[in-house]
């Protein structure tokens, strides 16, 4: 059996070596790095070969890559890099690796031409400037094959214990049974599409009922079809840390007491792993990333023998190695089975997990939690905003310039005179100009000088303006010159900079590169919009600048089309059309709607028509809320949920509610809540309690969590879910109109509060044995598009009035205990409000 590897994951493996250093990378983005490789190449002679496909054998070890660009005549190999910044700051590891893959490409060059000497040259191509700096070797052709038999020998043993590996888990997996007597109802069509799916690679998009186990309903077929299909990989990827848990809670049933040999790694965010927040990610200031490479061998030996790396897991590993958690998260990717994380880690701009598919050319089985939220976090990874206050904080922090460097004050829109006049800098999206090979000597213009020019551009654009503006067709050109210019001299900054600029410089570096992708990719798919702020008593005010994404289709695309097969499930996908069309889906995904194993007579669903929750009315529609939710307790007492569709109108109906019953204990939501408060805040629902607690419609508390049986009975959501009617949801409307004539507003109102109507009253029924009840409070539930929205088995009636006013209730026996309970909640309401 033979072990195909890449000539990067080759040398990275065997040939890294010294400190973990992100300085020298905070430049190109992938998209530059690509377009900085295709200037290169164009600048070189007609007889020049591009993206030369290459492979060699070694034992059992398949050596494979493209070499950027070749010279016959002149036998020259070029190896292109990208960088931004002063070369001469390069790490050493990272120039022993470029060189260790040149001469890698070299060998295979030499192979397959028969060549006994070859000149090998390291390209860097800055983006800033444009320039080219060569560096070249002659070498022997059979020193680079010692080179290279030495790379595959230390990388072979390795390569043999995979094959052995996937043997293994190939055959675990064939015999996986379920660990359980056999599916709930709904659960086996579930896993039979998914597993078909993966088969016949095919997407699948599945609307399946909350309570029948839709993770391990996935997760199962999919690891069944993962043997049979030769996957590499298999990714789950969540929107929230509660999706997290629950397939690694899945995954560890399915492993049962005797381990199976299947690797299965969690990626948790950078914010949440990283052991040294306050330090730089490099050796000469964080501890865990000196010596990264040097330890990396024994971390990743020991780590992989685990197979379940929880976040957990990882930590004792890294640390126990005295290396970073999270870097070691993600160079464990490549060894691993099963990646679960968020969806960022596929979906995003730079997304790791999609970047090693495609270039490591893994088959890969991609599937997505709770998929209808996917139409958010795309819209939200694919939007940039710059704010006008960052740039000012930092340029607080810079050394004043000298007075000649700005000369005389101007006025109206002159520049201001220079006394050193800022080099003009040769930017990516310009032609390629003639061949220019010299030394990286180009000095950048000075970071304040580049700012300044920000702000100016800046102030232009917002003369006079005050508030939200309409949203314009594409950000302005002069503006975006200038952010170019930042970025590059942010990125010469962060070369040297000192600790008191670093952390500031660096976050503004980011948001402006980001701003400067969304920029290049602007299109109809996306909305640029600036907004004023100016704040009282004379001070100043400041202003934001965005990029939001509306449809963000065009960027999922290729995403969806670099997966062997995706499968996408939630409770809520429906219509189809519009998580097609949003989404980008390919026109040959599969739907499915699962029948849910539930009875009409299980869930009680009641509208309250006499109630109005329309912003107007918010204020009248306290009290007969309040009176309606303090019935139904009455009549059933025990753990309920109250949704409203803001933090402002949740207060203040918990406010009301617990003015006029103080005596039942109820816990609210704030805006900021930790994992800790979450987990205090569900821990209320005991099977043996009672009492009440408010969340917001869409929030935490409304989808992905389970709380079966009578740890909650009921419900109540207090409004449709619509979003607030204003300037920016308007702008939405209008360009998804333009996009898909005639489903306007529906794309951009009905469609996304009513799903999060059907996830929150998803929590009321887990199991065949669970029943309760739910009451939708306002008038325009009973309207007929709206109805044929919600859940065809729900059996609908209308609620009746609450006697006014509804009596006060003893406090609950199970809370008598907690001395003042009930009055601590009822301050606690009054205090969030």
């Known amino acids: 059996m033979s072990y195909a590897v890449s000539v990067r994951t080759l040398c990275e493996f065997a040939a890294r070596r010294g400190d973990l250093d992100l300085r020298f990378h905070l430049g190109p983005s992938a998209q530059e790095g690509m377009l900085g490789h295709r200037i290169v190449t164009a600048r070189r002679a007609d007889h020049y070969l591009k993206e030369i496909p290459l492979q060699a054998q070694h034992g059992a070890l398949t050596v494979r890559g493209r070499a950027d660009g070749f010279d016959p005549e002149s036998r020259r190999l070029e190896e292109i890099k990208t960088y931004r910044g002063r070369l001469r700051d390069m790490p050493a590891s990272h120039s022993a690796l470029h060189w260790a893959q040149a001469r890698v490409y070299g060998h295979l060059m030499c192979r397959k031409l028969n060549l006994n000497t070859i000149e090998l040259a390291l390209v860097y191509f800055n983006v800033a400037t444009g320039r080219e700096t060569i560096r070249s070797q002659e070498c022997k052709a059979a020193d680079l094959e010692d080179h290279f038999n030495a790379l595959c020998g230390r990388f072979l043993a390795w390569a043999l214990q995979e094959i052995e590996h996937r043997r293994q888990r190939d055959a675990a997996l064939q015999a996986l049974q379920l660990p359980f007597e056999g599916f709930r109802d709904g659960q086996r069509t579930l896993a039979k599409a998914v597993y078909r799916g993966l088969r016949d690679r095919t997407h699948h998009a599945i609307q399946a009922p909350t309570g029948i186990g839709k993770t391990m309903g996935t997760l199962f077929p999919a690891l069944k079809a993962m043997s049979e299909q030769k996957l590499d990989k298999l990714f789950f990827l969540t929107a929230k840390t509660p999706g997290r848990k629950v397939a690694l809670h899945a995954l560890q049933a399915l492993q049962g007491p005797r381990l199976m040999p299947l690797r299965v790694l969690e990626l948790a965010a950078r914010e949440h792993a990283c052991e040294h927040p306050d330090k730089q990610c490099n050796g000469q200031s964080c501890p865990l990333a000196r010596g990264f490479y040097d330890r990396l061998e024994g971390a990743r030996e020991q780590a992989l023998k685990e197979g379940m790396l929880d976040r957990a897991a990882l930590r004792r590993h890294a640390l126990r190695h005295d290396i970073c958690p999270y870097h070691l998260g993600a160079e464990l990717v490549p060894w691993c089975d099963l990646v679960v994380g968020d969806y960022s880690y596929y979906f995003d701009v730079g997304a790791t997990l999609h970047a090693q598919t495609v270039v490591q050319e893994w088959r890969t089985a991609v599937l997505v939690d709770e998929a209808h939220n996917l139409v958010e976090r795309a819209r939200a990874m694919y939007s940039a905003t710059l704010r006008q206050q960052d740039v000012r904080a930092l340029l607080r922090l810079l050394p004043a310039a000298p007075r000649a460097a700005f000369g005389r004050r101007r006025t109206g829109t002159e520049a201001p005179a220079s006394a050193k006049p800022v080099p003009e800098q040769v930017p990516l999206w310009l032609e390629a100009g003639p061949h220019d090979v010299q030394a990286d000597t180009a000095q950048p213009a000075g970071l304040r000088n580049a700012l300044d020019s920000l702000a100016r551009n800046w102030q232009k654009l917002i003369a006079g303006q005050a508030g939200a503006q309409p949203a314009q067709a594409a950000p302005p050109e002069p503006l975006l010159q200038s952010l170019r210019q930042a ?255 005639g489903c306007g507003y529906d794309y951009a109102y009905l469609y996304p509060g009513l799903r999060k109507v059907v996830q929150a009253a998803g929590r009321i029924i887990r199991t065949p044995q669970d029943a309760g009840v739910v009451y939708l409070m306002d008038d325009r539930y009973n309207r007929p598009a709206v109805r044929r929205l919600l859940p065809a088995w729900w059996r609908i009636e209308q609620a009746r009035a609450a006697p006014r006013p509804a009596p006060e209730l003893p406090l609950p026996p199970v809370l008598s205990a907690a001395q003042g309970q009930a009055d601590e909640s009822a301050r606690h309401a009054r205090g969030a409000a």
Not at 521 to 539: C, M, N, R
Not at 617 to 629: F, G, H, K, T
Not at 661 to 682: G, K, N, T, Y
């Open 487 to 741: 970025a590059g001299a942010l990125s010469d900054h962060l070369e040297q900079a000192d600790d008191s600029t670093h952390d500031e410089a660096l976050r503004l570096y980011f948001e402006v590169q980001h701003f400067l992708r969304m920029a290049e990719s602007f299109g109809p798919h996306s909305l640029f919009e600036t907004t004023a702020f100016h704040q009282s008593a004379g001070g100043d005010g400041f202003h934001e600048c965005s990029i939001r994404n509306v449809v963000p289709a065009p960027f999922l695309e290729p995403r969806f089309q670099a997966a062997h097969a995706c499968v996408l499930f939630s409770a809520t996908l429906q219509p189809k059309a519009f998580y097609a069309d949003v989404l980008g889906l390919p026109e040959s995904t599969a739907w499915l709607d699962v029948a849910t194993p539930f009875s009409a007579e299980q869930l009680q669903v009641r509208v309250a028509g006499g109630i109005s929750t329309r912003y107007a009315d918010r204020q009248a529609s306290l009290a007969p809320m309040v009176e309606l939710i303090a019935a139904q307790y009455a009549r059933k007492p025990g753990n309920y949920l109250v949704f409203a569709s803001s933090f402002d109108y949740l207060h203040r109906l918990a406010e009301a509610f617990a003015d006029r019953h103080p005596s039942i204990a109820l816990w609210v939501q704030s805006r900021e809540m930790d994992e800790a408060a979450r987990a205090d805040f569900l821990a209320r629902f005991d099977a043996s309690g009672r009492g009440i607690g408010f969340a917001v419609l869409g929030g935490v508390f409304a989808e992905g969590i389970d709380l079966p049986g009578d740890r909650l009975i009921g419900a109540f959501i207090a409004t449709l879910g619509l979003p607030q009617v204003n300037p920016r949801n308007e702008a939405l409307k209008q360009c998804l109109e333009a996009s898909f004539a």
